[in-house]
């Protein structure tokens, strides 16, 4: 079992929509966890960050993390053509050494 | 623009060969991590410096070797290439500010891409 799973899309929804990206984890020794966005032939761009559980919101995007249930969300309201991108979700321990552990990340297509 | 910059953006080479990527950090971040982007294993860590010394490994192979120079500049080197080492390569830095919230926080640069043919 891979120590992050990602919902592997890809995902097509129409502009306006409100899209949930979802990712569990099994290592319950995270502590940090991030959303990542990357575009096409670009370098992934730190999206949302959040630390322990609980909710974070920014703009139209709200990051959601439940550790009890080792479960993180992404939602992103009023989708735009714009946030056609490869989203994926990444996580990590705390202190100085802690890599970060990504999902493999899923494709999402805003259709105008 | 993260501040991560990243050179060459693609390089093509044969099998067996020899590459060196090379990768400068955000002004001011002295840890550096290497990370390999593929279609089927996705993003996975390779190795992280941080001022010059190795702080963390992760899937990095044998053939695969990285430093940080003391201007912070890191590369990684591939050597005795294999049509499995095509993938991008990214790497990010960090302030690696322990304690404060949000202080670990990994900037990614463009990535190179390397095709092995």
């Known amino acids: 079992q891979k120590e992050v799973e990602q919902d592997p899309g890809p995902l097509s929804v129409p502009e306006g929509a409100i899209v949930s990206l979802n990712c569990t984890y099994s290592?319950?020794?995270?502590?940090?966890f991030m959303w990542y966005r990357q575009y096409s032939r670009k370098g992934p761009e730190l999206l949302m960050y959040?630390?322990?559980?609980g909710n974070k919101e920014d703009g139209r995007f709200t990051a959601q993390v439940d550790k009890s249930s080792k479960y993180i969300s992404l939602f992103i309201r009023d989708s735009q053509p714009s946030d056609s991108a490869t989203y994926l979700c990444?996580?990590?321990?705390?202190?100085?050494?802690?890599?970060?552990?990504f999902g493999k990340g899923i494709t999402l297509s805003v259709r105008p | 623009d993260s501040g991560v910059t990243q050179t060459p953006k693609h390089l093509i080479t044969a099998t067996g060969q020899r590459v060196t990527l090379r990768c400068s950090p955000r002004?001011?971040?002295?840890?550096v991590y290497w990370y390999q982007q593929s279609l089927d294993q996705g993003l996975q860590f390779l190795i992280q410096?941080?001022?010059?010394?190795?702080?963390a490994k992760g899937n990095i192979l044998e053939r695969f070797s990285a430093q940080q120079f003391p201007d912070l500049h890191s590369e990684l080197n591939l050597s005795s290439l294999e049509l499995g080492d095509s993938a991008l390569y990214f790497c990010?830095?960090?302030?690696?500010?322990?304690?404060?919230?949000?202080?670990?926080?990994?900037?990614f640069g463009p990535g190179t891409r390397l095709t092995v043919l």
């Open positions: 990010a830095s960090s302030s690696l500010v322990v304690g404060l919230a949000g202080s670990n926080e990994q900037f």
């Open positions: 290592n319950s020794a995270f502590q940090y």
């Open positions: 959040t630390y322990s559980s």
């Open positions: 990444a996580m990590k321990r705390g202190g100085a050494n802690s890599k970060l552990t």
């Open positions: 002004s001011g971040d002295l840890s």
């Open positions: 410096y941080y001022n010059g010394e190795e702080r």
